[in-house]
């Protein structure tokens, strides 16, 4: 009974030693062939950290493969690229192919001048009504029609006025027995009918009746409207045309929000225009109206100009430029300026390739330049070209813009509201996939992912290819949808 214990327990052992040697080759042969842990944490000769989606750069996975939340390969994060310096470090050769340019923080002087653009219209107070002070019937209309061009006294109806007879036989037949209490009384009632003056004056002296009137513009300019036709009938009061004078017009000039502070009025002004080349017109800016542009961001500055010869057309596009002052200031070129709505950032270049976000605060915008109230000193380079690049670079590492002295860092802000169009894929106990269109508020291209449900009660009633609405937002968890509706509304 022994021998046959013994006998058992040693092929035990034998048995336990043959997989104790097996296990150390398979090690070995995997150690060899780079398919174990150790090589899923390198590449080349570069240390991986962990891989990440940069849908969701807070979420860390210890090895390479498709992301959970998306159709797409996970992204390594090495350990050279988390240093203890300060920025952001691009790739020499990435930087090179976006085409980078950078430009230094410099003392300058600050044009204070302003340029605009602006269109001529009409001097809506050069403006005359013209209306009959008695009714009558339209006899002739000099052939006139809206847009025509008129000088100051040009005819524009005759009218007759059958009223007026009856009148003017009383008003002569009172003349002839030398009364004059009773021609003057007589004069009077024809005034009260609406004759002139000049047609009262010349009946006295004709001793005959004038039944018929010439109605003539009392400004020159452009009728705008004519609303008489030969053979018409109109009352006292009607308006017959209404003429625009063109003796100055007005200029609408669009300026900045920004700069609008700069305006005053009867600032002088110099226009100038593609019609005219090498020309230049003078005027003064007469009101700056109350009410900014909500989709443009503008002010308007209304800018009278003589129209010397009829010359500035209504219509006619125009640069403008106002007086202003220089002064000195510190310079960085608009096109540095990152505004994100809330803030205004520069992508600073550092040594080494590196690059750091940087809050500033601004001031007078002219000639291509902005002038630097705080956050930078003078020397500093920031990036002019392919800054929006880094700057999403270094959202995904999640760095904190650098305060301006005094400032703290900017914290996270809160969870944006999206809105999207898409079709659903699949839905999944707390989760939904969706492929939706394009996002431009989180500026999104259109892809297929999966979102996080608030509440899993928002997808009941839903299936698979039902085209909806939704709203979504990007908390650390993930993205998360907030509401869904069919594409119908129902």
């Not at 847009?147 to 100051?152: G, L």
């Not at 002139?196 to 409207?225: D, F, L, M, Y």
């Not at 509401?483 to 129902?490: A, H, K, L």
């Amino acid at each position: 009974m022994k021998h046959a214990l013994s006998a058992r327990a040693r092929l035990l052992l034998a048995a336990a030693a043959i997989a104790l040697v097996g296990g150390a080759v398979g090690y070995g042969v995997a150690s060899l062939s780079g398919t174990g842990p150790a090589a899923e944490r390198t590449e080349g000769d570069r240390k991986v950290l962990y891989w990440y989606d940069p849908m969701y750069p807070n979420q860390h996975f210890d090895k390479p493969g498709k992301s959970p939340f998306m159709d797409m390969e996970l992204v390594p994060k090495y350990a050279d690229e988390a240093t203890s310096e300060a920025g952001v470090r691009i790739d020499p050769a990435l930087v090179q192919n976006l085409g980078v340019r950078t430009a230094e923080v410099r003392r300058g002087t600050l044009g204070g001048g302003l340029s605009a653009t602006g269109v001529i219209g009409y001097n809506e107070r050069e403006i005359a009504i013209v209306q009959p002070r008695a009714g009558g019937f339209v006899q002739r209309t000099y052939g006139r029609a809206p847009d025509d061009v008129i000088e100051a006294g040009a005819p524009l109806v005759d009218l007759l006025v059958p009223d007026w007879g009856g009148a003017q036989a009383e008003f002569l037949a009172v003349l002839r027995t030398g009364d004059r209490a009773l021609a003057s009384a007589a004069r009077q009632r024809l005034v009260l009918l609406g004759m002139p003056q000049s047609t009262i004056a010349a009946v006295e002296r004709s001793g005959r009746q004038r039944n018929v009137i010439t109605i003539n513009s009392p400004i020159g300019g452009t009728i705008k409207s004519l609303g008489v036709r030969q053979g018409m009938s109109v009352m006292a009061g009607q308006t017959l045309a209404e003429v625009n004078g063109l003796g100055t017009v007005w200029l609408d000039a669009a300026v900045p929000e920004a700069m609008a502070g700069r305006l005053r009025p009867d600032m002088p002004v110099t226009a100038t225009l593609a019609a005219y080349p090498g020309e230049s017109f003078a005027g003064r800016i007469r009101a700056i109206l109350p009410q900014a542009e909500t989709e443009s961001r503008t002010i308007t500055a209304r800018v009278e100009i003589p129209n010397r010869g009829g010359r500035l057309r209504p219509g006619m596009f125009a640069t403008v430029s106002f007086a202003g002052e220089q002064r000195p200031a510190l310079l960085v070129p608009s096109e540095a300026l990152i505004r994100t709505g809330k803030r205004t950032l520069v992508m600073l270049a550092l040594d080494k390739g590196r690059y750091q976000p940087a809050e500033v605060r601004t001031g007078m915008e002219a000639d291509g330049q902005t002038e630097v109230l705080a956050g930078l000193a003078e020397g500093e380079k920031v990036v002019t070209s392919g800054q929006f690049l880094i700057d999403s670079e270094a959202s995904l590492s999640a760095m904190q813009a650098r305060p301006i002295a005094g400032g703290s860092p900017q914290a996270p802000s809160k969870a944006q509201g999206h809105r999207a169009i898409g079709t659903i894929e699949k839905i999944e106990p707390g989760s939904v996939t969706l492929r939706h269109g394009p996002v431009p508020s989180a500026s999104w291209p259109a892809m297929t992912m999966r979102f996080r449900l608030a509440d899993p009660a928002t997808v009941r009633g839903f299936k698979p290819g039902d085209k909806v609405n939704f709203t979504f937002d990007q908390p650390a968890q993930g993205p998360t949808v907030r509401s869904i509706t069919r594409e119908n509304g129902r």
